[in-house]
Structures are given as C-alpha cells and as structure tokens.
C-alpha cells in the first residue's frame, strides 16, 4: 500500500492564482482530512470528510473548497490563493473505528504564494 | 473552544530520559495521542491513551495521563539522535477530529 499520497509536493501560486492540492488513499478509509501548518504551530483543520459525498468544515475553512466523490480522493481547492495561505498541508485519512482512531498522514504539500 | 498547550522545546544528551509535557482542555475526549514529525515529512502516530487508563507503556515510550488535571505525558527512555523531532499531542475533540498542541521540539545532542 502506497498509504496516503499528497501532490505536488511544493508549488509557487501568484496571488489571486487557484490550483488543486490533490489527495488519494488506498486503505479504503472513510475518514479523510485537510490540515494546515503554519510555521511554529501545530496542525489546524481545514475540511474532512466521514464518506464519499459528505464533507464538513473544520477550525479554518474560508479560501478553501473541498469534495469527496469517491473514497480514495479528497481534492482542496483553492479558488484565489492569498499571501495568508502560505502553508504546508497535509492530507490525512482514518478507518471507521470505535474509537482510538489512527490518522495516517501524506508526506505534505508546501505551499508559497506571492 | 478545546486548546492543547505543550511546551515549544526541550534539549538532551543522547542516553538520557526525555519528558513531553501537555496539557488539554476537553474533559470528554476519550484518545489522546502522540505524533511524532521529522523534519520535511508528515505526522506519525507514536502512542495513544484512552481516557480511563493513566498509563500506557510500548517499549521505551511511556504515557502518563492524569485525567484530574488534564495532564499528558511521554517519556522516551534512553533517548537516542534519532529521537530528534517535533512531538505533537493531540485528543479527539469531535466524533472523527482531533485538535493538536503546536508542538515540542526535542534535540538530541550526542
């Protein structure tokens, strides 16, 4: 298993520039999330989402858009990128558990916009 | 809202015993956990507690959880230059998220 697989590792965005950060697991979990980390900080909660066509928003969501069409992708797209999301990003997915759940984490996104 | 505080650093000598403290706000969480994060690379599950344990121990990790005082710990043994990392704490704040510290940085020096 490849795990949780995050592209492009690093891009450079123009303000007011869009892009997609791409998403895919092969664990078939249900559970995936879209964290941002900001340097100095832990991790803060973009979107996520419990199965295929149903999504929430976390801690901070505004500039963000997601979908979940299938099990394996989780898509973040941002529509006009600003200097303020200069960030790494991290995709996560769990299993359906009762409890003690185990998020696995892609290796990260860096993102820089100027 | 829930916060998980952590001290941001913490430096050893290769041999000794390593301490990560933290502390949490949501008396419901039932996990808590510990990631650990290489430099350039993502979020890796060390260890997790459930809430009505006060100690959990995998080889040479140690988690202490004092529920009264909403207090986490882990202990590396004999902490090697590998062991170099950020150590996040985190619990389940929600049916399916969790909320992180923002870290503690542990430096092993030879």
């Known amino acids: 298993n490849a795990g949780v697989t995050q592209t492009p590792k690093f891009r450079i965005l123009k303000i007011g520039q869009s892009m997609t950060l791409q998403c895919t697991q092969d664990?078939?979990?249900?559970?995936m999330y879209w964290y941002r980390q900001d340097p100095g900080m832990g991790l803060k909660l973009i979107y996520y989402?419990?199965?295929?066509?149903?999504?929430d928003k976390g801690e901070v969501p505004n500039g963000y858009n997601v979908s979940r069409s299938t099990t394996e992708d989780f898509p973040l797209r941002l529509e006009l990128a600003a200097p303020s999301q200069t960030s790494v990003y991290f995709c996560?997915?769990?299993?359906?558990?009762?409890?003690?759940?185990?998020?696995?984490f892609g290796p990260g996104t860096r993102l820089l916009v100027l | 809202g829930e916060d998980v505080e952590q001290s941001l650093f913490l430096s050893v000598r290769e041999g000794d015993s390593s301490v990560i403290n933290c502390t949490y706000t949501d008396s419901s969480s039932t996990y808590l956990y510990w990631y650990k994060q290489e430099p350039g690379a993502g979020l890796q599950l060390l260890t997790y507690i459930f809430s009505n344990m006060d100690m959990k121990q995998d080889q040479r990790l140690t988690v202490l959880l004092n529920k009264k005082d909403k207090h986490l710990s882990l202990r590396i043994a004999d902490t090697q230059t590998g062991d170099s990392a950020i150590y996040f704490c985190?619990?389940?704040?929600?049916?399916?998220?969790?909320?992180f510290g923002k870290g503690t940085m542990l430096l092993v020096s030879p």
């Open positions: 996560a997915s769990s299993p359906r558990t009762r409890g003690g759940e185990t998020q696995y």
């Open positions: 985190a619990e389940n704040s929600g049916y399916s998220t969790l909320t």
């Open positions: 989402s419990v199965g295929a066509g149903i999504t």
């Open positions: 664990m078939n979990h249900n559970y």
